[in-house]
């Protein structure tokens, strides 16, 4: 199982536990299959797009799915989740689904009635679309889910939303970073619940925590590699190498103007644009 040849060189491999990426949707969306052999559970990350792919990657492995894995509740990465629960469902089994407590609160809020979230004029309504279901796993910063024998701390990563969570598997250093962290990017913060400040701070936790060798593994495709390294992206992330948090915030809001996709390593020193 798993197209294990997208994972960054070096990163850490069992028998008992395998990664696969689908690259699913409009938007280059990478949606992953943590499978636990021991057990034969699964837990996907992210479910966007196309629900039955989704499912037929879990089945084909001889996987039950039973957890739901929610970096944040913008609608690209859980617009095939109510799918994807209806098609376990009918096999007698409903996945918990995990979110932090802050992204449960607002993704509800942003999607009902009055109170939804208005999108800036460069983007389309879908961001907050698809609400919640109604009955979710709620976390807090440092809570940890057990995949069978796969232990997954949920990392507060807040900027891009409210609640943005980063999933790490500290046994395989292994970090799920949804739309905080790309290869060489990060998270836009002028949606509705972002903070460019937020942003800073989570990024800083993630390259003063971790290791080296730990396996970023983002929301989306935005470089022409799919995956990365914390050690290459300390290296040649431009997000990555600033110390005050204005000057990040002025960098991110000019970002979207002057540097697209794919995008490409800047080392220290170096202009992003």
């Known amino acids: 199982m798993g197209d294990q040849a997208s994972l960054p060189a070096g990163a850490r491999r069992d028998e008992r536990h395998e990664v696969q990426l689908l690259q699913l949707g409009p938007m280059d969306n990478q949606v992953y299959i943590i499978a636990e052999r021991l057990t034969g559970r699964a837990a996907v990350v992210d479910p966007g797009w196309d629900a039955a792919a989704i499912d037929q990657a879990v089945v084909e492995a001889g996987l039950s799915l039973t957890d739901v894995l929610i970096s944040h509740g913008h609608d690209d990465h859980v617009n095939a989740l109510a ?23 607002y993704w509800r809020q942003a999607t009902s009635g009055p109170n939804a979230a208005r999108m800036p004029p460069d983007r389309t309504s879908e961001v907050w679309a698809s609400p919640p279901p109604a009955r979710l796993r709620r976390h807090n910063d440092g809570d940890r889910i057990l995949l069978g024998a796969t232990e ?33 990017g990060c998270g836009r ?16 936790r993630l390259q003063t925590s971790l290791p080296s060798d730990t396996a970023v593994l983002p929301g989306h495709r935005y470089a022409s590699e799919a995956t990365s390294t914390m050690a290459e992206q300390r290296r040649a992330n431009p997000f990555l190498h600033f110390d005050d948090a204005e000057a990040f915030a002025a960098f991110r809001a000019e970002h979207n103007r ?16």
């Open 189 to 204: 913060c002028d949606l509705p619940g972002g903070d460019a400040r937020a942003m800073f701070r989570s990024l800083q």
């Open 152 to 184: 997954i701390e949920c990392l507060a990563t807040p900027g891009h939303s409210p609640g943005g969570t980063c999933f790490y598997l500290p046994r395989h250093r292994q970090l799920f970073t949804g739309d905080t962290l790309f290869v060489y």
């Open 83 to 105: 799918a994807l629960l209806d098609l376990t469902t009918q096999r007698g089994r409903a996945p918990e689904i995990h979110v932090l407590d802050a992204e449960a609160d």
């Open 258 to 273: 002057h540097r697209h996709p794919p995008y490409r390593p800047v080392p220290t020193g170096r202009s992003a644009w």
